[in-house]
């Protein structure tokens, strides 16, 4: 087999074709290699305009056709790739599709600890696209089952529909708040009276009022005639007019999200979501990273292990919820001895938290659905949660233990909160889907 690791750059991409694992270490092996002459001073020169030689098993390769040329002369039978981006990796992801190649995903975390495992100090393309390659055949990599270290993902032409849809629409999003910001700057000399006001709501006729009025293209009679400040100029009214644009095409992509999820597909997976109260994007971004939901089963079964649903602890890391720890010492005396991070994605994290801010721990929000009261309750009172223990016969027992607010244990039970919410979508996704 012809394993290919590819590690993607923003121009070109670096790869390593292996067809074993070595016979010497893998840091021995890498070292052996000579490298072909002056191909770094020419990796400079050119920026990478041709395919360039590293060693006998690495080359450099550009987002041409001459790239995916010479990934189609090596006779390469699977590829292994990060999923560094949708936009850079998209290109090679559109060439393996054209040449026939399997491709196979692996995680950032498991390349970082195996480089380091193999004794690499610094890190590199080079030494990534190797190490990635060569989780294909080391078996110190594969889990407890037998299987390698691969993400599962799932790919149809609803699903890419649906990704290209969600990047397109957190561009606009981004581009918006960074012209908000430079009107409001500009407004500060000229109209300050207004330079505070919410520029984001389209309002009942479709677009922002005040905007409108400052583009001239209708007055608003709750704006102030006379202005302290200088006057509008004609460049900050066509900054206003390109906003509201704007946000018509952000409006726009987020209509097509909501059109993609009504999709046979993913039916179930939205009317699940709207019982959350997760908005059009959050809803998007949760699918595109449980979708299916057996991606994280065992032969279609849920896969337990000492009384452990391990199967909702991928879905739950697979969320951007789950914990790596590094324990040292007499960890019973000491907590600081115990380090703990967070382990998974990092975006479905950071778009959890604000969500669980603003809809479930607001106390001015309210509730539409029973898991939203559910979850409210769990933070603002008291819950009774059964334990299970063992009497003196060594029977098993279950008694009700009181458990405090997720409220009063401060940022801590945030994080609670999101897993006993994500607990919860996992088990109403399991019920949705049968």
Request: a positive charge.
């Amino acid at each position: 087999m012809n394993i290919c690791g590819l590690d993607v750059c923003r121009n070109y991409a670096v790869i390593c074709l292996v067809d074993r694992l070595p016979e010497t270490s893998p840091l021995q092996f890498f070292g052996s290699l000579k490298s072909v002459q002056d191909w770094q001073k020419k990796f400079i020169k050119q920026k990478v305009k041709k395919p360039l030689q590293i060693n006998s098993c690495s080359w450099v390769i550009p987002c041409n056709k001459e790239g995916i040329d010479l990934l189609k002369s090596l006779e390469i039978d699977e590829i292994i790739l990060e999923p560094t981006g949708y936009w850079y990796s998209g290109f090679w992801i559109n060439a393996t599709e054209q040449l026939g190649i399997k491709l196979n995903w692996i995680s950032h975390q498991h390349v970082k600890y195996k480089r380091a495992g193999y004794g690499f100090k610094n890190k590199d393309d080079v030494s990534d696209a190797f190490t990635m390659a060569l989780a294909y055949f080391d078996r110190t990599s594969f889990d407890e089952l037998g299987n390698p270290p691969f993400i599962k993902h799932y790919s149809h032409k609803a699903v890419e529909q649906l990704r290209r849809t969600w990047f397109e629409r957190e561009q606009l999003d981004k581009q918006l708040n960074v012209w908000t910001n430079q009107l409001r700057q500009r407004l500060c000399i000229e109209f300050p009276e207004i330079a505070q006001k919410d520029f984001g709501r389209p309002g009942v006729a479709g677009y922002n009022r005040t905007l409108a009025h400052i583009a001239g293209i209708r007055l608003n009679p709750r704006v102030q005639k006379v202005t302290a400040g200088t006057g509008i100029m004609p460049y900050t009214q066509r900054m206003a007019n390109d906003l509201m644009d704007h946000q018509q095409r952000l409006n726009e992509h987020e209509q097509m999200l909501n059109e993609i999820l009504m999709d046979d597909h993913f039916r179930e997976y939205h009317r699940t979501f709207v019982r959350f109260g997760y908005s059009i994007v959050m809803q998007s971004l949760i699918l595109l990273h449980v979708y299916p939901l057996e991606r994280f089963f065992v032969n279609g079964k849920p896969y337990w292990k000492n009384n452990h649903d391990l199967s909702l602890r991928k879905f739950q890391a697979y969320l951007g919820l789950a914990y790596t720890y590094e324990k040292s010492g007499d960890t019973s005396a000491k907590d600081n001895k115990v380090k703990k991070k967070w382990f998974g994605s990092d975006l479905v994290r950071s778009h959890l938290y604000p969500h669980a801010l603003t809809t479930i721990c607001n106390p001015k929000s309210h509730a539409k659905s029973a898991i939203l009261l559910k979850l409210r309750d769990s933070w603002f009172n008291d819950r009774e949660v059964n334990e299970t223990y063992r009497d003196n016969k060594g029977r098993k027992q279950i008694r009700k233990v009181k458990h405090p607010s997720f409220q009063s244990l401060g940022k801590d039970g945030i994080c609670r909160l999101l897993f006993y919410e994500t607990r919860l979508l996992y088990q109403e996704l399991r019920e949705a889907v049968k």
